[in-house]
T-cell receptor
């Protein structure tokens, strides 16, 4: 695709529910990243994929968060038993290779947990 | 741990020059990136410095001093459309980026 695509753009859910956020990276980009951004703050790293495998998941806050990238392209971020504190903008980014400092971000999925 | 410090807010007038500083303390360092983010938009890449010195791209320049753990973004000939948040980000190794808290730039006429 022309850019990184994220769906849904907005998700409102109730506390305790399960949520999936999808990211479709730029075609040919092998590296994929998930970040979380709260209002007025910088993006906070969650997880990084190189191909199908999670190369670094050190940013996942707890075991309610999980992400997959089964075919090395589309990725899904899964959040179980959502809490109000999970409310944020979830950003996905991709890059051709890793280590260039240049990430291409999607428009994000805004999650609101009531 | 990793920490990046940058001013929270900067105000300047149209046509002026503004410098946004970033100091970092990270466990490793491979390079410093700068991103621009308009309200409601996605962060967009501006520049990347892996080596000491100044990199110029049009009206924007970025500088790095590895020995001082310091860098800055220089914006010249400011335009109203430059009003946005600017983030420095470090690659500490491992290929992910750690972002600073952002500097909100307000350009006034």
């Amino acid at each position: 695709g022309a850019g990184v695509s994220q769906t849904p753009s907005n998700k409102v859910t109730e506390k305790g529910k399960y949520v999936e956020l999808r990211c479709d990276p730029i075609s040919g980009h092998t590296a994929l990243y998930w970040y979380r951004q709260s209002l007025g703050q910088g993006p906070e790293f969650l997880i990084y994929f190189q191909g199908t495998g999670a190369a670094d998941d050190s940013g996942l806050p707890n075991d309610r968060f999980f992400a997959v990238r089964p075919e090395g392209s589309v990725s899904t971020l899964k959040i179980q038993r959502t809490e109000r504190g999970d409310s944020a903008m979830y950003l996905c980014a991709s890059s051709r290779t890793s280590g260039t400092g240049e990430l291409f971000f999607g428009e994000g999925s805004r999650l609101t947990v009531l | 741990g990793q920490s990046l410090e940058q001013p929270s807010e900067v105000t300047a007038v149209e046509g002026a020059i503004v410098q946004i500083n970033c100091t970092y303390q990270t466990s490793g360092f491979y390079g410093l990136s700068w991103y621009q983010q308009h309200d409601g938009g996605a962060p967009t890449f501006l520049s990347y410095n892996a080596l000491d010195g100044l990199e110029e791209t049009g009206r924007f320049s970025s500088f790095l001093s590895r020995s001082d753990s310091y860098g800055y973004l220089l914006l010249q000939e400011l335009q109203m459309k430059d009003s946005a948040s600017y983030f420095c980000a470090v690659n500490p190794g491992g290929n992910m980026l750690t972002f600073g808290g952002g500097t909100r730039l307000m350009v006034k006429p």
